[in-house]
T-cell receptor
């Protein structure tokens, strides 16, 4: 089934630990995004990539890093997790130029304790 | 800075009623606008995408309009059903090379049987 796959679905993580959230799409979309969703704050953009090999910072990039080695994969890394990074994380993709709909994964629920 | 606002934050209607959800944005220099649906604990599903040059888009019982000059979009749902109960989010994509989606905080819709 075409779409976006995120892993893991949920995770409890000790503060200070490093973690990578995985995101893979099979639609050959050039643009990919990472958002976090928090109650009362909505969806906020963490990082984005317009094409393989390039990345950019979103609204809340601190404490997160991304890489885009190929078209399909866009992992998000928390170098040293803190409790304020407890959130639901969504990966999304779209064609570039804003011409097409954005497709979202099912999310990763992360709790940092 | 682009800000996207959705009013009301929550809405409860009886089954069969027609309803309108509102979305406003502060910067009219958008490339397109999308309406999404989110069910509890799930990812986002794109419902309608309106390009900046368009005035409206229709899909089944859904009709979305866009007025760039006034910074407003509406999502009209005809003959609402209990299955329409969900959170509805609008998002604008900024012009230029960024392809960033900026989200509103959503309207939680409950359709009572």
């Amino acid at each position: 089934i075409a779409g976006i796959t995120q892993a893991p679905t949920s995770q409890i993580l000790a503060a200070g630990r490093r973690m990578t959230l995985r995101c893979t799409q099979d639609m050959r979309h050039n643009a990919m995004y990472w958002y976090r969703q928090d109650l009362g704050l909505g969806l906020r953009l963490i990082h984005y990539s317009n094409t393989a090999g390039t990345t950019g910072k979103g609204e809340v990039p601190d404490g997160y890093s991304v890489s885009r080695a190929n078209t399909d994969d866009f992992p998000l890394t928390l170098a040293s997790a803190v409790p304020s990074q407890t959130s639901v994380y969504f990966c999304a993709s779209s064609v570039t130029g804003g011409k097409g709909k954005a497709f979202f994964g099912q999310g990763t629920r992360l709790t940092v304790v | 800075k682009q800000e996207v606002t959705q009013i009301p934050a929550a809405l409860s209607v009886p089954e069969g009623e027609n309803l309108v959800l509102n979305c406003s944005f502060t910067d009219s220099a958008i490339y397109n606008l999308q309406w999404f649906r989110q069910d509890p604990g799930k990812g986002l599903t794109s419902l309608l995408l309106i390009q900046s040059s368009q005035r409206e888009q229709t899909s089944g019982r859904l009709n979305a309009s866009l007025d760039k000059s006034s910074g407003r979009s509406t999502l009209y749902i005809a003959a609402s059903q209990p299955g329409d109960s969900a959170t509805y989010l609008c998002a604008v994509i900024l012009g230029g090379a960024t392809n960033k989606l900026i989200f509103g905080t959503g309207t939680l819709l409950a359709v009572q049987p």
